[in-house]
């Protein structure tokens, strides 16, 4: 049997290789976020995102994740960075996350290398990827792997890396060294809470969904409430206000170039976007995670966007929208048209 110490040093140098900044051990049994969790389910913060709370205890255990587990269970955790470099740094209309490759495949792709490393060395090894659609509190889990800590606006925060971060598990049926967990260093800052443009960020540090802007672009299907229309300004996918005023993303190194791209997407203006007919979404979005927004979703944040600062140039293209056939497209256009006056 291999001396655990090697096989997490080997993780540590194969993460390395991959292009993590960030890779820590949590224990199976690390008791995880349950309370935190729970309180954001009983407000009601997780919005339509019903799946959230669906069955929310096996949020709060690994241990189950595996097929054939064996006596231990551990996780090791690791963290990707998309931190924009200087000639990318600009804000724009699509969250930073999205302006590159579709991080699922790619980090995906990343950990099936370490997984096929470590059986070649480890007997009987059963491995489990997660990359964002695991039903798992990923960010729990790298907290208590040591990769940082869980700020005021819900994101994992590094000292060094900031928080443009990108997680990734590999639960894996063995017992390493676990790392410990770092202290958290928001202090007394609310630089992200007073920023916020919806006030979504609450006092105790929870995020309520229904009003967060990346919420209410990505997964909100219906139309948007017109009292939160103003607050979404120029996103049209995502928002990254919280973590543009966030003092830990001052200086950061610039992050891995097929995370933080920038993609063609990256710099499609809402005037371009409100004249897309589906093979141009299609193009622009392919290979990319924005794709998580659906068409007729970017025709409707495109003409909010457009609301919040008319333009008369753009005027004729949101009257044709206005008789588009998806009601939350037509909806949006009038909305939007009605601005102008």
Not at 60 to 74: F, I, K, N, S
Not at 117 to 126: A, F, K, M, T
Not at 284 to 293: E, I
Request: proline share 5%; aromatic share 6%; hydrophobic share 40%.
């Amino acid at each position: 049997m291999v001396d655990p110490s090697e096989i997490k040093s080997l993780i540590v140098r194969l993460a390395g290789e991959s292009g993590f900044v960030r890779v820590g051990i949590a224990p199976g049994d690390t008791p995880l976020g349950s309370e935190r969790f729970r309180r954001f389910l009983a407000m009601g913060y997780h919005g339509k995102m019903s799946w959230l709370a669906r069955e929310p205890e096996r949020r709060c255990d690994v241990r189950g994740m595996l097929d054939e587990p064996g006596d231990e269970v551990c996780v090791i955790c690791l963290a990707a960075s998309y931190a924009p470099s200087g000639d990318d740094a600009e804000a724009g209309h699509i969250a930073r996350y999205a302006r590159g490759r579709d991080y699922h495949r790619l980090l995906r792709k990343r950990c099936r290398k370490i997984v096929a490393e470590l059986s070649g060395i480890v007997p009987d090894l059963h491995a489990r990827i997660c990359v964002d659609t695991a039903p798992i509190l990923e960010r729990d889990l790298a907290a208590a792997g040591g990769l940082g800590w869980i700020g005021r606006n819900g994101c994992l925060i590094d000292a060094q890396f900031g928080s443009y971060l990108l997680l990734a598990e590999i639960v894996v049926n063995l017992s390493l060294p676990a790392d410990k967990p770092v202290k958290n260093r928001c202090g007394s800052c609310r630089a992200c809470l007073e920023a916020c443009p919806s006030g979504a960020i609450q006092d105790d540090g929870l995020v309520d969904s229904r009003r967060c802007v990346s919420y209410l672009t990505i997964e909100h299907r219906e139309s948007i409430p017109e009292s939160l229309r103003r607050a979404c300004g120029q996103w049209v996918f995502g928002c990254d206000v919280c973590q543009e005023v966030c003092p830990y993303n001052r200086d950061v190194p610039a992050g891995d170039a097929e995370l933080r791209g920038p993609m063609a997407l990256a710099s499609a203006t809402p005037d371009e976007i409100i004249r897309w007919e589906w093979a141009d979404w299609d193009r622009a979005t392919r290979g990319s995670s924005a794709r998580r927004a659906k068409y007729e979703m970017f025709l409707r944040n495109a003409a909010i966007a457009l609301g919040n600062t008319p333009d008369q140039a753009s005027r004729d293209a949101l009257e044709r929208l206005t008789r588009h056939e998806s009601p939350i497209v037509a909806e949006a256009a009038t909305w939007a048209i009605k601005q102008y006056i």
